[in-house]
């Protein structure tokens, strides 16, 4: 059986769509608290394009913070399932499904994603994502579907 800490180490010759996927593959890992060994797969001047009210955040401890978060961020039995992917030189694109649930609603939601990263010495220094809040929102309250 594979350990954990193995599943996000990579080869040096990796290139972008398998360090990718070796993040995404990660999640359940940094959800469970487990952060070091995804965030072996993240350059430390890496800038996450967050887009909206937040901005773009810099850096390791950045990205760090943002890993923190989404794992109080109050739900549990979350994956995250890579249904297409395009590689373009240093960078990679993933259409994925992400699903989970509300801890304390108990309600489930699966909604689609698209996840982008450039890829430099086997290190992700760029990273832009899309979720389809919406229907995220309108699966875990009902009531705002009106």
Same mark, same amino acid.
């Given at each position: 059986m $594979? ?5 996000? *180490? ?10 990718h ?5 990660? &999640?359940?890992?940094?959800l ?11 350059d430390?001047?890496?800038?996450? !394009?967050?887009? =909206?009210?937040? %901005?773009?955040?810099? =850096?390791?401890?950045?990205?760090? $913070?943002?890993?923190e978060?989404?794992? *109080?961020? %109050?739900? !549990?039995?979350?994956?995250?399932t890579?249904?297409?992917?395009? $590689? ?18 108990? *309600?489930? &939601?699966?909604v ?24 995220? *929102? ?5 009531d705002?579907?009106?």
């Open positions: $594979q350990e954990p800490a193995d599943r996000a *180490r990579r080869p040096a010759t990796a290139g972008p769509a398998e360090i996927r070796h993040l995404v593959e990660a &999640y359940d890992q940094v469970a608290g487990r952060l070091d060994a995804a965030l072996a797969l993240i430390p001047d890496v800038i996450d !394009h967050r887009g =909206g009210l937040e %901005g773009d955040h810099h =850096g390791l401890d950045a990205w760090r $913070q943002k890993w978060r989404a794992r *109080r961020g %109050g739900f !549990h039995d979350v994956s995250a890579i249904e297409h992917n395009v $590689q373009a030189g240093d960078t990679s694109v993933n259409r994925y499904t992400l699903a989970g649930t509300h801890t304390a609603s108990g *309600r489930r &939601y699966e689609l994603g698209l996840d982008m990263v450039r890829v430099r010495n086997g290190k992700v220094v760029e990273h832009w994502a899309l979720l389809d809040s919406d229907a995220m *929102r309108v699966q875990l309250d009902p705002t579907s009106a």
